[in-house]
């Protein structure tokens, strides 16, 4: 007989502590991916009672022993239960991610963000960038939920950013948030394929988080990935697809002098071999340089 863990706890769980343990042995059990946020069970368990309960995200340990009422005690079986069982990445359940101290709303319309590039950005780019003041116009290829326009537009406060995506509803979600900034000013979301849209502008800086999941890694992604729009994840057989786009017509929208920085997961073998006479420049990021490289305009001619 199958035991019901979730209709047994609502009967006997009682204090923070006990929702802890009981969310990661069923996390553990369930054999959940964690990799939308969080890196293992006890920070996943963390998040997701603290955010429900309405309480400060980095403050475990003074409410473990916090009593909690019939109500509370639902409502974390609740979202814990539809985590298990369903198998959707947190940040969906909560309709919030996090970058840095920066957090996004976010919805099963657009990817959950996790852009190595929003670390460089929090740097303003250096040493890449001397003057960050004198940046004046940036585009965010494949946009999203506006989360690296939004960290650009903060990290450029000169610069107006043109954030570009395919999806009308990944724009929808990306408005939401430069509502959330107050940012409709210093940016403009436009809906194009990649550049078709975009006349003659040009750009100091082009940033892209692109789809690069090659097709193989798609036909094995853990259930987590498969709430994500397969059109922000898959680029062809070699996962590189939107990215030979991205390079084939960049320079035309780089004033001279301009950078391009794309991220492309784990291709930076396929990419190089595809593009040898290419100087990519690999940037260091908190996980190493093989995932976002550099271009100089005048490298792309």
């Known amino acids: 007989m199958t035991v019901n863990y979730f209709q047994e706890a609502?009967?006997?769980?009682?204090?923070?502590?006990?929702?802890?343990?009981?969310?990661?042995?069923?996390?553990?059990?369930?054999?959940?991916?964690?990799g939308h946020g969080s890196a293992n069970a006890n920070d996943e368990?963390?998040?997701?009672?603290l955010h429900t309960l309405n309480?400060?995200?980095?403050?475990?340990?003074?409410?473990?022993?916090?009593?909690?009422?019939?109500?509370?005690?639902?409502?974390?079986?609740?979202?814990?239960?539809?985590?298990?069982?369903?198998r959707t990445p947190a940040a969906y359940l909560t309709k919030q991610a996090w970058l840095g101290e920066h957090d996004f709303y976010v919805d099963e319309r657009v990817i959950v963000p996790r852009s190595f590039i929003a670390e460089l950005l929090r740097e303003q780019l250096n040493p890449w960038i001397e003057e960050p003041e004198e940046v004046t116009a940036v585009l965010d290829m494949c946009t999203g939920s506006g989360c690296l326009a939004i960290l650009a537009a903060l990290a450029f406060p000169n610069a107006s950013i043109d954030a570009v995506d395919l999806s009308p509803d990944?724009?929808?979600?990306?408005?939401?948030?430069?509502?959330?900034?107050?940012?409709?000013?210093?940016?403009k979301l436009i809906e194009s394929n990649l550049f078709e849209q975009l006349g003659d502008r040009q750009y100091d800086l082009i940033i892209s988080n692109p789809p690069y999941v090659d097709a193989e890694s798609v036909a094995n992604l853990p259930d987590e990935y498969l709430s994500e729009p397969t059109l922000a994840l898959g680029s062809g057989e070699d996962g590189l697809e939107a990215t030979r786009e991205i390079l084939a017509r960049a320079a035309d929208y780089l004033y001279p002098g301009g950078l391009l920085i794309v991220e492309i997961g784990h291709n930076r073998d396929a990419l190089e071999n595809a593009y040898p006479a290419l100087p990519f420049i690999w940037l260091e990021v908190s996980a190493g340089d093989q995932f976002v490289f550099m271009l100089r305009r005048e490298d792309l001619i």
């Open 10 to 34: 609502r009967d006997s769980l009682s204090t923070v502590r006990d929702c802890f343990r009981f969310a990661i042995s069923r996390f553990n059990q369930a054999e959940l991916f964690f």
């Open 45 to 49: 368990a963390a998040y997701l009672i």
């Open 55 to 86: 309480l400060p995200l980095d403050e475990l340990e003074p409410f473990l022993d916090a009593q909690l009422t019939i109500s509370e005690i639902s409502e974390v079986l609740n979202i814990l239960e539809q985590r298990v069982v369903n």
């Open 170 to 187: 990944a724009l929808d979600v990306a408005q939401r948030n430069l509502d959330d900034y107050d940012l409709n000013v210093q940016i």
